[in-house]
């Protein structure tokens, strides 16, 4: 699976993408690291990429309905987190095969405490 790499994220998180045998891109190699969210979900979308961030806005299925994408994953880093903290959830994430393979399509938020997949799926986490 292709993740694109929001640039509220630290740049090693593609390294932690890449080592569970995925594709990153992360905004700010691509010349969109201070571009507004609707042009990051546009590139994410139009490439068939999840969007990796730790930026609330993307939560919003209002405006970023999950359907619409390849999957939507919110880091919720804990307030003044170390880069270490916020590179362990993204590990988290993906040591969880099963919501990376029912990512598409839905709303991951990610915190300490558990992997919440919207819409719900039965058996996830």
Do not use: C
């Not at 694109?4 to 990153?24: C, E």
């Amino acid at each position: 699976m292709e993740f694109l790499i929001d640039a509220s994220l630290p740049r090693s998180t593609a390294d932690v993408v890449r080592r569970h045998g995925h594709g990153p891109t992360d905004v700010r190699d691509i010349g969109l690291g201070a571009a507004p969210d609707d042009q990051v979900a546009r590139q994410a979308r139009s490439n068939g990429q999840a969007l990796l961030t730790a930026d609330f806005d993307f939560g919003d299925i209002r405006d970023y309905p999950p359907q619409d994408y390849h999957g939507i994953v919110v880091i919720d880093r804990p307030e003044n987190a170390k880069i270490a903290e916020v590179i362990e959830l993204v590990a988290w994430l993906f040591a969880a095969a099963a919501v990376i393979a029912a990512l598409p399509g839905r709303l991951a938020i990610v915190d300490r405490r558990r992997i919440r997949l919207r819409p719900a799926v039965e058996g996830a986490p």
